[in-house]
């Protein structure tokens, strides 16, 4: 089992990225949560990961802390819930606002979800109550604010780039591309990143 990465970031294409540890490269999908936390470019990361061995892929998620990792492993247990679902799950909202969710019966923040019906969102509402009960209460939560990177003395992204780099992210968490299309010309302003672009369009969505 490979439980943590320590290494230098050298690309970031969410919701994957590449870390460099002696000249081995790591490809390694993250929840955009985690994603937003990331260093810049060239910069040394530590990502906490879980392993996961399938018959056609053998896949690495990657996290910020254990808590969100944890929370992924006992989502996966999840009847109907895989991988994917999970990345898509802490991606639309924190660890602490998806434990708030489960702990409130918050069916209809989970439904806003793609991938998540009313009948998933119920399950995982009854499943994972008692399991998270470990984690402690959590009180309400909102996703903090997160500051644009200034783009002083760096070349700025092609506004077209912008809004593909964020519409391809979003398809690849389970949104369909017309739906990705809307979510992210819906939030865009001229001072986005697409890292930024990603985040409101997720939040928008809930």
Known sequence: MIGRIR???VEKQPPEVLIDVAGVGYEIQMPMTSFYQLPALNEEVVVYTHF???EDAQLLFGFA???ERSLFRELIKANGVGPKLALTILSGMSASQFMVCVQNEDV???VAMP????KTAERLVVELRDRLAKFGKIQDVNLP???MESTNGASVVPINDVREDAASALVALGYKPTQA???VSGVYTSDMDSE???REALRAAL
């Open 52 to 54: 996961v061995v399938r």
């Open 145 to 147: 604010d997160l500051p």
């Open 196 to 198: 930024a672009l990603i």
């Open 65 to 67: 802390d254990k808590m």
């Open 181 to 183: 299309s809307k979510m």
């Open 7 to 9: 290494g230098t970031l």
């Open 115 to 118: 991938g998540i019906g009313k």
């Open 108 to 110: 209809s923040s989970l």
